[in-house]
């Protein structure tokens, strides 16, 4: 193809224990904002971002759930037809890496089969060193890199440490799905396609398979 | 009408409501000491809420937490859930926090906002069904555009019912909510809801997927704005979507702004307006009833497919779990056929070898056998031969020099007998000798005779 590509629509959905930081990661790649205190989700929200990755440009639409278990009847909805997933986990709380690991259960049973997932653990300059040195505060860090790359690995996921505050490595997290996600794939789901309905979107989960392994990390 | 002035705000909801009682507010009491497994959450999710990090009235923080607490221990079934200090805060702000506990109290289990929040949120859903079948009659070609877009009413209403629109709205207007409803009932939180989408119905239609969601989300309000702050409309809605908790700061920002214009005070929403065309929304019980009844037999419906389809999953799971392990079974088996195979072939090759080999070692072997054989004949007769030569050598010693003894005994015996021999020899002769001079005696005489005894 010599004509310009289209920017192509990625359903991405955020998952994850309440207050880890999706709604900050959100934020911070769509609006390049850090808000300290920011207010829980309720229900979900809606947001977009266009992204560059080489010569494509893929406009993610993104779906922001909310974190409380209360609410997890109502996230079905968000990922059914999601082409991709940012579970976040908070690298300073045990219990949040739980969650995650639930919430990668549940979409490899219930989304579609060729989802691209990312784990992501948040709130990385909650560990790191005030002088800004390599090390990492000590016995602030829950959760191990290698709990996390483990998981990552056993899964077929791709994975990174973040921090919304900092911003460190939030885009990279996005790069990393939009690189991971089939050209093919995105191009099959238009927008209008998209949008349709909370519908499984049956042209997704014919396209590309096998791409599990390509993990990043 | 213009809604429950200010200061009685809190007594006419409590009368109203008839949430006054002492003995719960007693109970509260004992509550609020109480500690409670939500604690950490409610905590956290408080500091989250800007509005107390603004608000003058920081003290209302603890009682707040208080509340919330307290009701996370009085109904553990629905413990504490997001939303809940929303609904919270217009009522902490207009009475003591037992007074607060007991309205809230009320308007869980009286109001049945409860159905919202209990775990399955089915109460949330209901309205929502309802919500969309008003929506449907009152505006086919709303729904159907929204529809045609593919979003939901639960993509931006459920905030609105569980928060009684206090997530994203400003407080003015929210307070205005809530006295209808206390008054009328939480079903009226639907006329609110329909009525703010057919204010807005052209707005709506133009817009498509991302923009209507945008749009829903905090702009519906602004159909009311007062047309004196229209010039300003842009202004405050940036204000207000950008200040996180929008009660406040709204109602502030429209003070400040009126000073310039005409200073009626919190005008800044045509509030009354509001309140008029919310109420012309009719709900007709029966209507709402027959909703209620589908959405049920949907509820149900919807559950027990998805019970099934978990259940159909599950089993899935397990069998192609089965296939997976049969599967490397099958090629471990495989693998161990084909190593047979080829340790067959190899004894094949090498079988006559091995036959070769056997041969000549069953000769060597019977071979072998002979020789020893032979040597055991050999070995049974050399031993006697061999001890009677040691014999031969232990004995003759002794025995000779026993010999050489008895000859020598046996020597002297023979001397001695010659000896011997030759004694009586001489003395036989003597004898001879006396018995001629005795006979010549005898024959002279002799007084005895010899005679007789030779
Ligand atoms: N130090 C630090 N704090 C963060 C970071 N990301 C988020 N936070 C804070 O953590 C809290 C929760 O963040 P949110 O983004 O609202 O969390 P959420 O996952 O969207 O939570 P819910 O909407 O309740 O599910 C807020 O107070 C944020 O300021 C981070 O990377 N570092
Ligand atoms: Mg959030």
Sequence with gaps: MSYPTPATSVKLVLLGEAAVGKSSLVLRFVSNDFQENKEPTIGAAFLT???????????????????????ASLAPMYYRNAQAAIVVYDITKPASF???RHWVKELHEQAAKDITIALVGNK???????????????GVRKVSVEEGQNLAAEEGLLFYETSAKTSYNVNDVFIGIGNKIPEAASLASSPEQNNNEGRIDLSTNASSNGNRNLCSC | MSGIPKEFRGIIWQLVSKSKNFQLEEFYLHLKSE???HEKAIKRDLSRTSF???VEQVNKAQELFNVIKSYSLFDPDVGYTQGMIFIAIPLIMNMSEAECFSLLVTLMKEYRLRDLFCPEMKGLHLMLYEF????????????NHLVKQGIKSSMYASQWFLTFFAYKFPLDIVLRIYD?????????ILKFAVNLMLKNEASLLSLSFDNLLEFLKDKLFNIYVHEEFINFKDDSTKRSSGSRFSLLPSSKSSNSTTTTGSAIKGQYYKLDSLVQDSMKINLDPVEL???????ENIYNNEKSKVDDIKQIKLENGNLRHKIKELETNYAKLNMDHIEIVQEMVDLKVTLPDVINDNEDLTNSIEQLKCDIQALESKMSESPSTSTSDINSKALPVEIENNIQELLKVNAEETERAVNLEEELSTLLEEQNTLEQELKKYSKSGGWFSWGKKA
């Design chain 1, 124 to 138: 990385y300059d909650l560990v790191q060193d005030d002088d800004e040195g390599q090390g990492e505060r000590e």
């Design chain 1, 49 to 71: 971002q266009k992204c560059t990755i080489g010569e494509r440009t893929i406009k993610y639409e993104i779906w922001d759930t909310a974190g409380q278990e209360r609410f």
């Design chain 2, 289 to 295: 009833t027959k909703y209620e009844n589908e959405f």
């Design chain 1, 98 to 100: 739980i969650k995650a």
């Design chain 2, 52 to 54: 107390f990090t603004n």
């Design chain 2, 132 to 143: 969309d079948r008003l929506l449907e009659s009152y505006s086919p070609v709303l729904y």
């Design chain 2, 180 to 188: 209808i409803i206390v008054t009328q009932g939480m079903e009226s």
């Design chain 2, 35 to 37: 500690s409670s497994i």
